[in-house]
């Protein structure tokens, strides 16, 4: 995207989230780091929480310049007190917690069959997804009924569609939507919407991917009515942005693909 389509995006997403704190876990690059970008440009100021101490720090700087105000936190995910910690960071740095986004994950590189599966793949796949995402809402709870906020949280379509080699990341991932759609109705009369994007990007994680595997980009895409792989801040950021957005406070419980229609819920 050339400078002048940032600057369209910007004025496009500007003030929609004017006065909101997030966290974005996870958000050292990739996904994540579109996300709090997007969130950014919003107007929200936004907790980079990721275990990448160097690289989320220059996240937080380069958010700062072009929104209200950001700060990183070294956060590991699979550990509680980190969690507390960073929700406990959110409200002394910025005074509230308006929307929390549990991105961080990891995965096996390859894709081992349901056989090659060991526990420490499957521990690998919940621990920084599905029990990550729980500890985050639990912690994060009761100052998101505060500020009437909400939860994004991200689901893939390896587990929507059962995807070859995924079984444990898939189904951390069908996890997560059970999860969402659990706390969509137990916080929905509290005023805490919960929703779930299945992003398709060109993230750090799939080039990686890329670089191992050539023929990915073109298998995935093939049959795609909108044949590309996404941009992690202006494809799947202003999805983050809408259900964050007043503009979707009547939507929780749902799972948005931001996939090119690679996957069609039906
Ligand atoms: N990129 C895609 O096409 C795609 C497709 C489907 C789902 N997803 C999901 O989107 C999210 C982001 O994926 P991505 O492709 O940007 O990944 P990525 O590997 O490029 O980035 C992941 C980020 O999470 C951080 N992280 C990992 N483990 C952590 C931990 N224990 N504690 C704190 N931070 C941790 C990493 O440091 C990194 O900054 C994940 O939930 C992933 O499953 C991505």
């Known amino acids: 995207m050339s400078i002048e389509s940032k600057d369209e995006l910007t004025r496009r997403l500007s003030g929609r989230l004017a006065g909101k704190v997030a966290i974005v876990t996870g958000s050292a690059q990739?996904?994540?780091?579109?996300?709090?970008?997007?969130?950014?440009?919003?107007?929200?100021r936004c907790v980079v929480a990721d275990f990448n101490e160097e690289a989320g720090e220059q996240a937080a700087k380069d958010l700062s310049t072009i929104g209200p105000g950001a700060s990183f936190v070294r956060c590991d995910v699979t550990k509680r007190n980190d969690v507390d910690?960073?929700?406990?960071?959110?409200?002394?740095?910025?005074?509230?917690?308006?929307?929390?986004?549990n991105n961080a994950q990891r995965?096996?590189?390859?894709?081992?069959?349901?056989?090659?599966?060991?526990?420490?793949?499957i521990d690998l796949c919940f621990d920084t997804g599905y029990r990550a995402s729980f500890?985050?809402?639990q912690a994060a709870h009761?100052?998101?009924a505060k500020t009437g906020g909400c939860v994004i949280n991200i689901g893939s379509a390896a587990g929507l569609d059962g995807q070859y080699g995924q079984a444990a990341y898939g189904a951390?991932?069908?996890a997560i939507r059970a999860l969402s759609k659990t706390a969509a109705r137990e916080w929905g009369p509290e005023g805490i919407r919960v929703n779930i994007i299945c992003p398709l990007a060109k993230s750090p994680g799939v080039v990686q991917l890329l670089e191992h595997d050539p023929g990915f980009e073109a298998r995935v895409t093939k049959g795609q009515p909108i044949p590309r792989l996404g941009?992690?801040?202006?494809?799947?950021?202003?999805?983050?942005?809408?259900?964050?957005?007043?503009?979707a406070r009547y939507i929780t419980g749902h799972t948005v693909p931001a996939d090119g229609g690679a996957c069609m819920i039906r």
């Open 231 to 247: 941009e992690c801040e202006d494809d799947i950021g202003p999805v983050a942005v809408f259900l964050a957005s007043d503009d």
């Open 172 to 174: 951390n991932k069908e």
């Open 142 to 144: 009761d100052e998101l």
């Open 30 to 44: 990739g996904v994540g780091l579109g996300i709090a970008t997007a969130l950014t440009r919003a107007g929200a």
């Open 85 to 101: 910690a960073t929700v406990a960071h959110a409200i002394d740095a910025h005074g509230q917690l308006d929307i929390l986004v």
């Open 107 to 121: 995965a096996p590189f390859e894709l081992p069959t349901i056989m090659e599966h060991t526990d420490e793949i």
């Open 135 to 137: 500890h985050f809402m």
